[in-house]
C-alpha cells in the first residue's frame, strides 16, 4: 500500500483492497489573479429595512447574521414514493473550507450551480471569517491558542468570503461547517478530541460566522442573511476523523447529518447515533482494479502520490480519468439502485486545477440528464435530508436491501409496490462492481 504523507484519512476499498483514498483537505492558496467576487445581491446592509429576500430584517447579535425570512430558491416540499415509483436520483456536490482567495473558484462555481439548477453544501471554516491579527480569539482543543493547520485568510480574502457566503445563500445553497483549525496529526489532531471538545470547536466556529463585524470592525459589507444557529445542520470533520466523538455532541445540537464517515459505499443510507450518515463514496477509478472516494484529494493522491504541482503532460488524461471516475459513480447509481451519489470538493488549483475542471465537467454531464427529463437532482445536503425524512421506514429499508450497482428484481415499478415489510433484497445483482 502506498502512504501519503500529507495528513489524511485512508478509505479501503470493499473487501480490503488497498486503494489509496485519503480524504485530506489543504489550505487554501492565493492567487496573484484578480479576484471574482462580485456578483452579490444587493440588500441587507446593516441598518437597513429591506431584505433580497423581501422579509423585513431582524438583525441578530451585533449585525454579522440577520433573519431574513424563508431561504430563496428552494426545492418544492418533498413527498414520500408512492408504491412503484421510481426513487430520484439525487446528487450532492459539497465543498470543504469554502473560502475565496481570489482565484475565482467559488464564483465560477456559484455561476455553474445557477446555470444548471443546481444546490450544493458549502462547509465553511470558521476561521475564514476571523482576521488573521485576531487569531488568539481561537482556542483550539489540544492545540495552542491561535493555532491552525490551515492559513488565516487576508482581509481581502475574508471579504470575498463573505461575499460569496451571502450569495451562495440567497441562491439556495447550504452553509454548513467545517469546524475551525483543520489538526489532523498529533495529539491535538480532530481525531482525538472528546465531545466536549467537540462542542468547544463548534461554538468558536459559530461564534466567528456570528461575529464577523465585531472581530473585523467592518461596518460597509451587509450581513449575512441567515440565523446560523438555525441554517447549521451537518458538517464534515477534517480528513474525516473523529466523527464518533462528534456525532453526540451533533445530535445535542440538534443537527440532522454528518458527512465526516471517512468512507462509504454507493448504497443508500442510514442513521448514526440518530443523525443521517452520509459518507463519501467509494466509485470506479479508471483504469484501476480499485476504486477511489469520491473527493477531488483523493483523485490527487492515487495518481500524483504527495504533488499538487506535478508535470504538466500528465494533466490531461488525470483530468479525463477524475472526471470519468465521478460520471462512472454517477452513472452506476443512476442506472441500478439509485443511491444518492455525494461529491466532496476543495476550492483549489491543485495540478493546474485540472479536478476543478473535472468537477465542472461532470455536474455538467449530471445536469445533461436532469434537463434532459429525467428525475435527477442535484441538491443540498440538507434537502437531501428533507426528502430522506418524509420517506417511510419500510421503503428505506427496501432500498438498503439494494448493493452497489445492484438494480432492483423486476424493475422499480414491482420492487417499490409492496413496501409493508423490510424488503426481501431480491436485486438482479447486474452491474454490481466490486473494488478489487
Not at 426481501?424 to 466490486?434: F, I, P, Q, R, V
Request: aromatic share 10%; glycine share 12%.
Amino acid at each position: 500500500m502506498r502512504t501519503l504523507t500529507r495528513r489524511g484519512a485512508l478509505g479501503l476499498g470493499a473487501g480490503g483492497a488497498a486503494a489509496l483514498g485519503l480524504a485530506g483537505c489543504g489550505t487554501l492558496t492565493s492567487s496573484d489573479g484578480p479576484s471574482r467576487a462580485g456578483g452579490s445581491t444587493p440588500g441587507d446592509k446593516a441598518g437597513s429595512s429591506a431584505s433580497p429576500t423581501g422579509h423585513p430584517v431582524r438583525p441578530l447579535g451585533d449585525g454579522s447574521t440577520s433573519y431574513t425570512g424563508k431561504q430563496p430558491g428552494q426545492p418544492a416540499r418533498p413527498e414520500p414514493l408512492e408504491p412503484g415509483q421510481t426513487p430520484p436520483q439525487f446528487v450532492v456536490f459539497s465543498w470543504d473550507g469554502a473560502g475565496e482567495v481570489g482565484n475565482g473558484l467559488f464564483p465560477r462555481f456559484l455561476d455553474l450551480a445557477k446555470e444548471h439548477g443546481a444546490h450544493m453544501t458549502f462547509f465553511l471554516s470558521g476561521l475564514y471569517l476571523l482576521p488573521e491579527s485576531k487569531k488568539r480569539l481561537y482556542t483550539p482543543p489540544n492545540n495552542p491558542v491561535g493555532a491552525s493547520d490551515i492559513g488565516y485568510l487576508t482581509d481581502e480574502h475574508v471579504k470575498a468570503t463573505l461575499t460569496n457566503v451571502r450569495r451562495a445563500w440567497l441562491e439556495g445553497h447550504e452553509i454548513g461547517t467545517h469546524f475551525n483549525g483543520h489538526f489532523c496529526a498529533g495529539h491535538g489532531s480532530v481525531g482525538n478530541w472528546t465531545p466536549q471538545q467537540w462542542k468547544s470547536e463548534i461554538e468558536q466556529a459559530k461564534s466567528f460566522v456570528k461575529e464577523w463585524r465585531t472581530n473585523t470592525g467592518w461596518t460597509d459589507l451587509p450581513a449575512l442573511p441567515f440565523d446560523y444557529d438555525k441554517e447549521l445542520v451537518g458538517g464534515r470533520t477534517p480528513c474525516l476523523l473523529g466523527q464518533d466523538n462528534l456525532l453526540p455532541t451533533a445530535r445535542e445540537l440538534g443537527w440532522r447529518y454528518d458527512a465526516s464517515s471517512p468512507g462509504g459505499r454507493q448504497v443508500w443510507p442510514q442513521k448514526k447515533e440518530g443523525l443521517w450518515d452520509l459518507p463519501l463514496q467509494q466509485i470506479p477509478f479508471p483504469g484501476h482494479s480499485f476504486e477511489v472516494l469520491s473527493m477531488d484529494y483523493n483523485m490527487l493522491a492515487n495518481q500524483s502520490v504527495n504533488s499538487t504541482n506535478a508535470p504538466a503532460h500528465n494533466y490531461p488524461a488525470w483530468r479525463k480519468q477524475a472526471a470519468d471516475a465521478y460520471i462512472s459513480g454517477f452513472r452506476r447509481a443512476y442506472e441500478t439502485n439509485r443511491a444518492p451519489f455525494f461529491v466532496g470538493n476543495h476550492f483549489e488549483q491543485w495540478n493546474g486545477g485540472i479536478y476543478m475542471d473535472a468537477v465542472e465537467q461532470a455536474l455538467q454531464h449530471i445536469a445533461a440528464e436532469k434537463d434532459a427529463g429525467e428525475d435527477v437532482r442535484l441538491v443540498s445536503f440538507r434537502q437531501f435530508t428533507d426528502w430522506m425524512d418524509v420517506q417511510k421506514p419500510e421503503v428505506l429499508d427496501q432500498l438498503r436491501t439494494l448493493d452497489v450497482g445492484q438494480a432492483p428484481a423486476g424493475g422499480w415499478n414491482t420492487y417499490l409496490k409492496d413496501t409493508t415489510g423490510t424488503g426481501t433484497g431480491t436485486g438482479t445483482g447486474e452491474g454490481t462492481a466490486d473494488a478489487a
